[in-house]
């Protein structure tokens, strides 16, 4: 069936008798045998999600380029919730004719998706003039996968009887826009902007089911930022599991931004940082003044001050 077909609501062929006890006010968690769809999960959050989504009694689905992982997430998930509830679909999401085919399977196996979540990503480094091969992997895989993703899944999705969510992987790299990788940067700040505008768009669907949330990692200890097989974690990191259930219990309250604190950075210093940075545009400060000789003191000062005003 092409997507173009899909122009009434469908009855739900997972309709739940009953719901889990943990089923939030909003989003579309724990319905009980619910499908859950993860791109990235082969490794980090994603198969800290599909983990922690199958705890819940939700079906599995993981697509990730990286099949020896897409093997070893199954085996933990099909322990969890059985071999029969959890598919591993090898996808590139850079590749529209993959992601169809992801969509396909999900559909054709399940009939409905109540979680899709966009967590492929790549860190390479690209910058501003410089590295324009790894400018073209970053932003196919980090924006195009998720372009890709939500052109596929969700003219299907806003018919669907239950409720839906969907969750793209953002960063707050994409908000505050450190130096060093402006590729990445760049990215994720695409990825905010995207979100955003899904969550618009839907809200003003008639009928749609479909809520959109913008997952913004703290500091996780994964491949994508230096974890290597029996590496320690640092003490300022967090697991990708606790950067999970931190997200679950926000979904649970029906938020959109999911800003993610870690050990090192808490909640209060994230939003300072995030204000500070939409400081410069409205204040007229030379770009990045977080980091510009003139500026950093100042900026230091406004969030010793901002803290000692919570205090």
């Known amino acids: 069936m092409s997507l173009s077909t899909h122009n009434s609501r469908r009855p739900s062929p997972l309709r739940p008798t009953s719901f889990d006890p943990i089923t939030p006010v909003n989003g579309a968690l724990a319905y009980e045998g619910q499908v859950a769809v993860i791109t990235g999960g082969a490794s980090g959050i994603g198969a800290a ?77 690209g910058t501003s003039w410089g590295g324009l091969d790894e400018w073209h992997k970053v932003i196919d895989v980090n924006l195009f996968g998720i372009v890709n993703v939500q052109q596929t899944f969700v003219p299907a999705m806003i018919h669907q009887e ?7 992987t953002g960063s707050k790299q994409g908000i505050t826009n450190p130096p060093g990788n402006a590729a990445y940067n760049a990215s994720k700040a695409a990825v905010k902007s995207l979100t955003e505008g899904l969550a618009h768009e839907l809200r003003n669907t008639p009928h749609a089911n479909v809520t959109a949330h913008l997952l913004i990692p703290g500091w996780v200890w994964t491949g994508l930022t230096g974890q290597t097989d029996g590496g320690e974690k640092p003490p300022g990191a967090w697991t990708a599991q606790e950067t999970v259930l931190y997200m679950i219990d926000k979904l649970r309250e029906g938020k959109f931004y999911i800003v993610c604190p870690d050990n090192e950075t808490k909640k209060e210093v994230d939003q300072l940082r995030i204000l500070w940075a939409a400081g410069d545009v409205a204040e007229g400060r030379p770009a990045l003044s977080r980091w510009h000789k003139d500026y950093k003191a100042l900026f230091e000062e406004y969030v010793k001050e901002g803290l000692a005003q919570l205090d």
């Not at 529209?96 to 054709?108: A, G, N, P, S, T």
């Not at 409905?112 to 390479?124: C, D, K, P, Q, T």
């Not at 239950?162 to 793209?168: H, L, M, S, W, Y």
């Open 49 to 125: 999600a599909a983990v922690e989504l199958a705890k819940l009694g939700m079906k599995i689905v993981i697509a990730d380029v990286n099949v020896a992982g897409l093997k070893k997430v199954a085996k933990e998930v099909a322990q969890i919730i059985g071999e029969n509830n959890v598919l591993a679909v090898p996808t590139d999401v850079s590749k529209l004719e993959d992601v169809v085919r992801l969509k396909d399977k999900v559909y054709e196996t399940w009939g409905e998706v109540g979680i899709l979540m966009n967590n492929a990503g790549i860190g390479n480094k």
């Open 162 to 168: 239950n409720p839906a969510a969907i969750i793209n």
